[in-house]
């Protein structure tokens, strides 16, 4: 079985950093796309950042310029460096994986259970 565990979440003044992480564990063959994404009440789970298939970031315009998604492979883990926070940031950031995991047909989406972000004005 396959799980991923963000950690990082806190409590944060505006203008303030926050550094996520997120570790899948289990019978993991590789991975493909990894990636954040937040949810705040009453709206959408949006993507904040995202490695692609092909290894290029995505990253929407709200968050450019202020948060840096990276990887470790070798660890299975990814992290999302949030830097000059903003009250809108504030949402649960949950981590998202593409996992081929052993004696599974095929790639499967995972997704962590979230770590809360709280941004201070």
């Known amino acids: 079985q396959v799980r991923l565990v963000e950690s990082g979440g806190a409590l944060v003044q505006a203008g303030g950093s926050l550094r996520l992480s997120c570790a899948a564990s289990?019978?993991?063959?590789?991975?493909?796309?990894m990636g954040w994404y937040r949810q705040t009440p009453g709206k959408q789970r949006e993507l904040v950042a995202a490695f692609t298939n092909g290894g290029s970031t995505n990253y929407p315009d709200s968050v450019k310029g202020r948060f840096t998604i990276s990887r470790d492979n070798a660890k299975n883990t990814v992290f999302l460096q949030m830097n000059n926070l903003k009250p809108e940031d504030t949402g649960v950031y949950y981590c998202?994986?593409?996992?081929?995991?052993?004696?599974?047909?095929?790639?499967?989406?995972?997704w962590g259970q979230g770590t809360q972000v709280t941004v201070s004005s």
């Open positions: 998202y994986a593409e996992i081929l995991g052993l004696g599974t047909p095929g790639f499967r989406d995972c």
């Open positions: 289990g019978n993991i063959l590789t991975i493909n796309a």
